[in-house]
Nanobody, 117 residues
Framework: QVQLVESGGGLVQAGGSLRLSCAAS????????MGWYRQAPGKQRELVAR???????HYVDSVKGRFTISGDIAKNTVYLQMDSLKPEDTAVYYC???????????WGQGTQVTVSS
């Protein structure tokens, strides 16, 4: 069973920064994309940012220019640098990995990010 282990959440004031990290518990060669989702209370889980093999990246509009995703798909690691944080960024952030061979997604346990105004 593959586990995604996350770290780096916490409490920060508006305008501050946090860096999230995620790594797979064992190497999975068939992962071709990794990313971060978030879910705020009473809202659906949304994709925040994703990095795909070949270093293609995608961001939701609300974080463009403030968040930066990076990582090494081959090593099954991904990071999310979050700058200029806003209270509306408050949510539980989940690491995600897409396994194209097994047609499945892996998820982290979630890490809380709270931005105070």
């Amino acid at each position: 069973q593959v586990q995604l282990v996350e770290s780096g959440g916490g409490l920060v004031q508006a305008g501050g920064s946090l860096r999230l990290s995620c790594a797979a518990s064992r190497s999975i060669f068939s992962i071709n994309a990794m990313g971060w989702y978030r879910q705020a209370p009473g809202k659906q889980r949304e994709l925040v940012a994703r990095i795909i093999s070949g270093d293609s990246t995608h961001y939701v509009d609300s974080v463009k220019g403030r968040f930066t995703i990076s990582g090494d798909i081959a090593k099954n690691t991904v990071y999310l640098q979050m700058d200029s944080l806003k209270p509306e960024d408050t949510a539980v952030y989940y690491c995600n990995a897409v396994d194209v061979l097994r047609h499945t997604d892996y998820w982290g346990q979630g890490t809380q990010v709270t931005v105070s105004s």
